[in-house]
């Protein structure tokens, strides 16, 4: 779980971009980019960050999107649907962070899925129109196109508008922080991941993607700090799959990382299940946040269809700093049938509209979502259920 030291001294070599503004974008409810209420025309006190499990697309959900597109008169892959229950609470969030799990596709494909991914690059519009500004692409699955994966699905991430941490296209690239403005507040994200399934790093490109390092996630960190970041998110793609508690390396590297005075909040993929929050001295680190999108074969006992979508609220403090000051998390499931779908648990349940066993199916649903967030005494420290 090292860096090389190539690594490293590109790492410390490389200067930092400007924020890029966060703005709305194909219609999503538009972001707060201006002050908070009474606070003249400075930047904003208070800001909400909302954040989403992986973007895991298997045959069979490429298939429902097909589907979908013809569906609306259209050639290719339409994921929208999946995704449209999540829209208004990531839309509304003044930033968004996403996941995405696996590399995107020319638009012809081929699409593959486990053991070596390649999916419909229309995913990342899907995440745009959900109203996404930035996404980790550093997870097991990096390599599994090589160099040719990462760019196609950088450049395709670039094409929608959403800037992207984890993964690098060139040296110069992977020195550069992914700083945000958001509402005048600049944000960094940061996105690494515990291993690429033995795949080694492209010869010659060490910068390539980020494997997890104690030291250089705590430099990276700093160095956004130096580039003006007032917060910075640490997505970490880690864990041991299908295990709801976190792992021991897990609860060791949260700990130390939110020690340091540069790391903010935690947020964590990889696990395809729910895995508790926990407060940290006045931190707070998502283990894991399950899958957002998945369509494994049925029958699966793992509980992969959980999801979470957590929102932090982050204020200002008397010292000038940011603080978590509230997390609301809404569990959501990804439906099979009739069509693939992430459900919205807490509206689904509420929904008259929706029958009667249909809705007690969902409540007990988020019943079991909640009661692993709350494994590690999370709503003890403060954490806001919906339900």
């Known amino acids: 779980m090292r860096l ?38 400075g930047p904003k006190n208070q800001l909400t960050v909302v954040a989403a499990g992986d973007l895991l697309v298997h045959p069979l959900l490429t298939e429902q999107a097909a589907e979908d597109a013809r569906a609306a008169g259209r050639a ?24 995405m799990e696996t590399p995107l596709a020319d638009p012809q494909g081929p699409f593959t899925g486990w053991p070596a991914f390649s999916v419909p690059p229309e995913l990342a519009d899907a995440a745009a129109w959900a109203g996404f500004d ?37 040296a110069e690239e992977a020195a550069r922080t992914n700083l945000l403005d958001v509402g005048g507040v600049k944000v960094a994200q940061l996105s690494y991941a515990l291993s690429f399934n033995d795949i080694p790093l492209p010869e010659g490109r060490p910068w390539a993607a980020n494997l997890i390092d104690r030291d250089a996630i705590r430099t990276a960190a700093h160095r956004a700090r130096a580039a003006g970041a007032e917060i910075v998110i640490l997505s970490m793609h880690w864990g041991t799959e299908y295990q709801n508690a976190p792992n021991d390396d897990q609860l060791d590297l949260a700990e130390q990382l939110l020690a340091s005075p540069d790391i903010d909040l935690i947020i964590g993929h990889h696990v395809h299940v729910v895995q508790p929050f926990e407060k940290i001295g006045r931190k707070w680190v998502a ?57 919205d648990l807490v509206g689904a349940a509420r929904d008259p509209a929706v029958p009667d066993a249909q809705r007690a199916h969902y409540a007990e649903i988020e019943k079991r979502i909640n009661g692993y967030v709350g494994m590690r005494g999370a709503f003890e420290a403060g954490l806001r259920p919906l339900s």
Not at 8 to 29: D, F, I, N
Not at 144 to 159: P, Q
């Open 134 to 170: 930035t996404c980790s692409t550093a997870s097991n699955h990096s390599l599994d196109e090589g160099m040719a994966g990462i760019t196609r699905t950088l450049d395709n991430l670039d094409r929608v508008g959403l800037r992207h941490a984890g993964t690098a296209r060139s």
């Open 4 to 41: 090389g030291v190539a690594v490293l001294l590109v790492l410390l070599a490389g200067a930092c971009t400007e924020p890029a503004r966060v703005a709305p974008r194909h219609s999503a409810a538009p972001r707060a980019t201006s002050p908070d209420p009474g606070t003249g025309t």
């Open 76 to 99: 290719g892959h339409d994921f929208s649907r999946v995704l449209a229950a999540i829209r208004p609470r990531v839309s509304a969030a003044d930033l968004a962070i996403c996941h």
């Open 287 to 343: 283990y894991g946040m399950g899958n957002l999108t998945a369509r494994f074969d049925d029958g699966s006992p793992e509980n992969t269809q959980d999801a979470v979508v957590p929102e932090f609220t982050f204020t200002r403090t008397e010292s000038g700093g940011w603080e978590v000051t509230s997390v609301s998390v809404l569990p959501t499931w990804m439906e099979y049938r009739p069509a693939a779908r992430v459900v």
